[in-house]
């Protein structure tokens, strides 16, 4: 390997292996991050120039061993400690698939924020710096830096142990990296649509917890569901950074090899495995996916899956989306009127009650509703977007 990019994945595949091996040896989550962070720096530092070791795990673990105890060295309540460190051998890398679920766990632990569990997955699992992150999330270095120490402080306190339970729950785990992902495909504030660093991390995570999880349905779901819609983006802006709604996207720009894995993964999930309201997501991508243009899209079938995942899994963003469609296979009277039964509260909801205006041929209601969702979201591109929209219906 001699690319930048090759060392940093290679670091990031790395990063929670070495912190479980050094949590499961030395105890102490937070100071154990830190001390890997300290070795993936120093990685990152001298391999380019030296090359990568024969053992780079091996070599990861000795060096974050070695500043874990210069890190307990610096703490004077723990010098009795220390005497006991010096005589330990250092920790090997164990069971790295064990290591890195458990890990995913502790940093979705329930007793954390989403925006914590958010940064620390991305800096423990992911193997991200604080500078990345921040960059990511369009937030400042520091906040991160606070959002993770806090995150670490609470796993303390809450006196959670780096044991894998005998039943183990992934499901928040799913909720964070699909947040991570979502992101990353439609940021909620800024000037651009997309932060691209975000969907891919949030895919690679996924694509290492079905590596560990091969039998478990939802989280082949949800990396179907990422593949499928994430396969869109490259037609889903203008050069100049304009939205493109998916009924005008230029469907030969969309990625046809992630289509075809998202599809082929959907496929013998659903046949194979209890059906999940991921997997519901995924087979809904993947009919948008496979229509050749908008018009040929099998709405029908869309409206059945949302019937079906609103019992499953409700929502109002599911309610939302299966208005849509509704009113996509019954009209937009149907859907205004399900819209106004719902009483969702969320700037879509004008955006989803323009469109179905528009559709209904009510111009003034609709260049209204656009202009009220422009005023509500924080998205550059989407106001832009609805903007334009509702200039087109003057």
Request: negative net charge; charged residues 20%; hydrophobic residues 45%.
């Amino acid at each position: 390997m001699t690319g930048g990019n090759d060392y940093e994945e290679l670091l990031r595949d790395l990063a929670p292996q070495v912190l479980g091996a050094l949590v499961r040896h030395y105890g102490g989550f937070d100071t154990c991050e830190d001390a890997v962070q300290e070795a993936l720096l120093a990685a990152a530092q001298q391999w380019p120039a030296d090359g990568v070791p024969d053992n780079p795990r091996g070599w990861l673990v000795t060096v974050a061993s070695r500043r874990w105890i210069e890190l307990v060295r610096n703490e004077s309540a723990r010098r009795r400690r220390e005497e006991m460190v010096a005589a330990q051998p250092e920790p090997v890398a164990g069971s790295a698939g064990d290591d890195t679920l458990t890990l995913f766990l502790l940093c979705c632990h329930p007793s954390l924020s989403p925006v914590s569990q958010v940064a620390l997955t991305l800096r423990a699992v992911g193997g991200l710096t604080t500078g990345e992150i921040a960059r990511a999330l369009l937030v400042p270095e520091s906040t991160v830096g606070q959002r993770i120490s806090r995150a670490k402080a609470r796993i303390k306190a809450s006196g959670a142990s780096f044991e894998m339970p005998d039943q183990p729950d992934f499901g928040p785990v799913l909720q964070v990296l699909y947040l991570i992902f979502n992101e990353g495909y439609t940021a909620s504030s800024g000037e651009s649509l997309n932060r691209v660093e975000l969907t891919t991390e949030a895919i690679r995570l996924v694509r290492q917890l079905r590596a560990r999880l091969p039998g478990d349905g939802e989280v082949a779901g949800l990396l179907a569901l990422m593949l499928l819609t994430d396969a869109r983006r490259p037609a889903r802006t203008r050069s100049d950074g304009a939205l493109v709604p998916l009924t005008e996207q230029d469907r030969s720009l969309w990625d046809k090899a992630s289509i075809a894995e998202g599809v082929d993964l959907i496929t013998a999930t659903l046949a194979s495995a209890p059906v999940g309201p991921y997997q519901l997501q995924a087979a809904i991508a993947a009919v948008h996916d496979e229509a050749p243009d908008a018009e040929h899209t099998d709405w029908p079938q869309i409206l059945a899956l949302y019937d079906h995942l609103a019992t499953l899994a409700p929502g109002p963003m599911i309610t939302l989306n299966r208005i849509v469609a509704l009113a996509m296979v019954h009209g937009p009277a149907t859907g205004l009127t399900a819209l106004d039964d719902a009483e969702l509260d969320h700037y879509r909801v004008d955006a989803v009650r323009a469109h179905l205006l528009e559709l209904g041929g009510d111009t003034s209601a609709a260049r209204a509703a656009y202009l009220r969702a422009a005023r509500a979201t924080l998205s550059a591109p989407e106001r832009r977007y609805l903007e334009t929209r509702a200039a087109h219906l003057a």
